[in-house]
T-cell receptor
């Protein structure tokens, strides 16, 4: 049973607007959460992460929010750019180097 | 250039014919891992290795074998492939655990191997 769930398989957003990607998890022991980005024919690449002791982490246009009580995290991309069109994977770990990944959300940024 | 390489990138084979997918990293990483990506299921871990001669099962190890005889290489072996092993496979490496502040170190992924078993 998947412990990390991304319930929206796809998201379409207009260039310049905000993209919001959601991720839910079931394992309350998860301590670290990460987002990876994947372009076609390439491997995933690390985007941003957050520790469970924080509720927000920002890196340029990318911000990750963590709501531990709801077991929910989200990734905000502002403003969205055409190069952001990719598959985004949410991942989590239990104080460990092993990661559990979600199914991914395909983001399409429209010009 | 720091990278993880996988070979082959594409492979079509038949049921029962043993195959090996190679993975090599040049970053002196301790930790290496194999994942498979399937539609609707995301990335699922097959096997991982924390060091030479140390390997452990991930979430979906059935039908796969691995070995870690050298630090840089982590081949994935399918002794008797079956059609349900048709998938996109990724190898990844990292320094492992970054400590309580940093958490898990960034995993660097190879470009993927698309395997079709007929």
């Amino acid at each position: 049973d998947q412990q990390v769930k991304q319930n929206s398989p796809s998201l379409s957003v207009q260039e310049g607007r905000i993209s919001i990607l959601n991720c839910d998890y079931t394992n309350s022991m998860f301590d670290y959460f990460l987002w990876y980005k994947k372009y076609p024919a390439e491997g995933p690449t690390f985007l941003i992460s957050i520790s469970s002791i924080k509720d927000k982490n920002e890196d340029g246009r990318f911000t990750v929010f963590l709501n531990k009580s709801a077991k929910h995290l989200s990734l905000h991309i502002v403003p969205s750019q055409p190069g952001d069109s990719a598959v985004y994977f949410c991942a989590a770990s239990v104080n460990d180097y092993k990661l559990s990944f979600g199914a991914g959300t395909t983001v399409t940024v429209r010009a | 250039e720091a990278q993880v390489t996988q070979n082959p990138r594409y492979l079509i084979t038949v049921t029962g014919k043993k195959l090996t997918v190679t993975c090599s990293q040049n970053m002196n990483h301790e930790y290496m891992s194999w994942y498979r990506q399937d539609p609707g299921l995301g990335l699922r871990q097959i096997y991982y290795s924390m060091n030479v001669e140390v390997t452990d099962k991930g979430d979906v190890p059935e039908g796969y074998k691995v070995s870690r005889k050298e630090k840089r290489n982590f081949p994935l072996i399918l002794e008797s492939p079956s059609p349900n092993q048709t998938s996109l496979y990724f190898c990844a490496s990292s320094l492992g655990w970054g400590g309580l502040v940093r958490g898990p170190d960034t995993q660097y992924f190879g470009p993927g191997t698309r395997l079709t078993v007929l």
